[in-house]
């Protein structure tokens, strides 16, 4: 049970959204800083080695994830358990997947020893294991009680407080790789601290082993885990067969123009937590759906404006940025952008059917999706280099955002109509919501 007067009430539903995007930008900046000052004061064969140190690590976590986070959102906000078992249930799963974690990271260091490496990198590279995967289990109890708040503070604050270590450690002090490993564990074990501290101000921490609870967490968490895999697979199909068909330059080219034209994807990515979190909550599902719509149909008209602003700045933003060699990129993003555009509407009601326990929706779309991406791609880029991969992969956007429209019209009981064209409720949502970001008041509180 929650402990009464220790939690913050809800905020509305565009006041998180704006709170995620704020925060968003602010982890963009911190870690382009960061990003700058380790490839100064590290030099190439520093950044590569911290790069060497944390790479399996980060994969690692990934995979121990197992989607818990969301499978306990999901468990938490249905209550199809209390919160105090639901959580007793993570802090053992954490345990065990953190050694396990450790065990293999650490086997992997000794089959692939470096000079460079020591036992002090290593035994720091280790550390960030379990802080993380700790981190990212708390997240998920967060959503299941509407805390995004909370969910932001222990996403934003660990770039932060890297970035005050990395100036202290690598900028001051000189201590290369070392010093940022360092900045990285000390920032990961304050977070997860004050995670934990939030956590334990919400409910009673305790260790009761409850195997069913954890084997049916591990169970709808693996399908969040591979709905989630297969999507971003999709993602890197391009650069993969690029590498068989193409050259490197086409290679590089793709990913710069894929980076340019992802970067509308930054307002889906803002959304998920705040959407998921609403979902796995919501009483009323056809109410909470009603809602949903409106702002999928407000996003999809601001991506469509953000997608206009590339296609017109980046024949010029492209060649200034990153030199006139990867002017041909220009050619990529254009080739992007539609099925990037389209695939907002993908995300959104993605995010939306994983609140309402139906990972699995996306696994039927998925795959059909990676199978359209390999075949086009096989077939263009013989043809036309990286935009014959852009074309592959803006086609099977398309499809994933048509296959997942008929699909969540289907579960809803909607006509794919009623999800893709606007209505009256829209434009009093707009009519609402946006005077309020003309406020002074208001931008001043945004700026805090």
Known sequence: MLKKGKIPSPRSFFADAISVIRTRIMLQIVGILTSIITARYLGPDGKGLVTALTAVPLILVRLSELGIRQSAAFYVGRKLASIEEITSALAILCVVTSLLSALVCLIYFWATWLPQYDWALIALALALLPLSITRSYISGIFLGVKQIGRFNSIGWLPAAFTLLFVCLFVVALGWDAFGMMLGS?????????????????????????????????????????????????????????????????????????????????????????????????????????????SLLRLTMAAALICGAGLAIAGPILIPLVYGHEFAPAVSVVNWMLPGIIAYVAFQVLNTDLSGKGRPWASLLIAVPSIAINAVLCVALIPLYGADGAAMAASASYLFATVAITLVYARMQSLKPSQIVLFAKDDVRLLAAKVPALMRVKFLAEWLK
């Open 185 to 293: 564990v000390l920032a990961s074990v304050i977070v997860t601290v004050l995670a934990i501290r939030m956590l334990a101000s919400m409910v009673d921490l305790r260790f009761a082993i409850d195997a069913r609870l954890m084997v049916n967490l591990i169970r709808l968490g693996a399908v969040y885990a591979l709905a989630v895999f297969l999507l971003q697979l999709n993602y890197r199909v391009g650069v993969i067969l690029l590498q068989q068909f193409g050259t490197l330059e086409d290679v590089g080219l793709f990913s710069l123009g894929t980076n340019f034209a992802d970067l509308i994807w930054e307002i889906p990515f803002a959304l998920h937590g705040v959407i998921l979190s609403r979902s796995v909550t919501a009483t009323n599902e056809a109410l909470f759906s009603k809602n949903l719509l």
